[in-house]
């Protein structure tokens, strides 16, 4: 994959709603609440919020309920349009809290200026083989004091699905390779990130980590399992995992939270 390749748009209906499907599984929906719960503990009330790559604006419907307002920048007019299907059966309130813009990631302060509150970018970096230049906008879209959010894949744990559901070999290729052998909805192969990497390129751009979660310690390996009537619990058991060592160390998911210190 090039740099930047998840980025072409793409009138793909077929693949939004495969995404969409996606967040109707018990992993789908525990990333958002864990990454919600996370964000809500940190940010501030009645925060101004970009999401870069916020697709179906699933994340963004979940800020906008406890009062945030969200841009969501995306490339794909397909995914766009997911959401806008999905905020058409809102409450108007909740819809106007939500802003849907198209456009690539690189360009953000460009297309929708700068001084947000929070910048999220939740599982974009898998799509890229150079984060830095998206970091980069992500840190300057935001305002000084201002939160960035960055959910990525984490390159320390990938031998974990595979070895946890006795897929063995594919374990050992993955530890061999330090590469996931496993294809997205996308039907290539995402990359994952080593966290200290990721935390070194936001510093180099004035965004300094001061919290971090590991997103899915547990039951990353149910896959597309539906979401059961335990969800609470499996969140709770999930949060507190994910907010200690050296449970988070081993999830599929990292989520650093970093404080933008430029003037």
């Known amino acids: ?3 930047n390749a998840w980025l072409d748009p793409t009138d793909n209906v077929e693949l939004a709603q495969r995404y969409a499907r996606h967040g109707d599984t018990l992993r789908g929906t525990l990333r958002h609440a864990l990454v919600t719960r996370a964000l809500l503990t940190h940010l501030p009330p009645a925060a101004r919020l970009l999401d870069i790559g916020g697709g179906a604006a699933v994340q963004a419907r979940e800020l906008a309920r406890a009062g945030h307002h969200v841009t969501v920048l ?7 349009a997911q959401a806008r299907d999905a905020l058409d059966r809102e409450p108007a309130e909740l819809q106007q809290r939500i ?4 456009g690539v990631g690189e360009d953000a302060p460009d297309l929708v200026g700068s001084g947000f509150d929070g910048v999220l970018c939740h599982g974009v970096l898998l799509y890229v083989d150079d984060p830095d230049p998206l970091l980069g906008a992500v840190v300057a879209a935001a305002r000084p004091g201002g939160l960035v959010s960055v959910l990525a894949k984490n390159a320390a744990a990938l031998a974990m699905r595979p070895g946890i559901e006795g897929r063995y070999h594919d374990a050992i290729s993955v530890l061999d390779t330090d590469t ?3 294809t997205n909805l996308l039907g290539a192969t995402s990359r994952a990130d080593d966290r200290d990497h ?4 936001l510093a180099t751009h004035h965004a300094e980590v001061t919290s971090w979660y590991g997103v899915r310690v547990l039951t990353d390996h149910l896959r597309d399992a539906p ?6 619990t499996i969140l709770e058991l999930e949060w507190r995992a994910g907010a200690r060592d050296p449970y988070r160390h081993v ?13």
């Open 251 to 263: 999830a599929r998911l990292f989520h650093l939270l970093a404080v933008v210190s430029r003037p």
């Open 227 to 232: 979401v059961p009537p335990d969800f609470d």
């Open 74 to 80: 995306d490339p794909d007019p397909a995914m766009l």
């Open 180 to 182: 996931d052998t496993e």
């Open 198 to 201: 990721i935390i070194g390129l």
């Open 99 to 102: 802003k849907l813009v198209q």
């Open 1 to 3: 994959m090039t740099a």
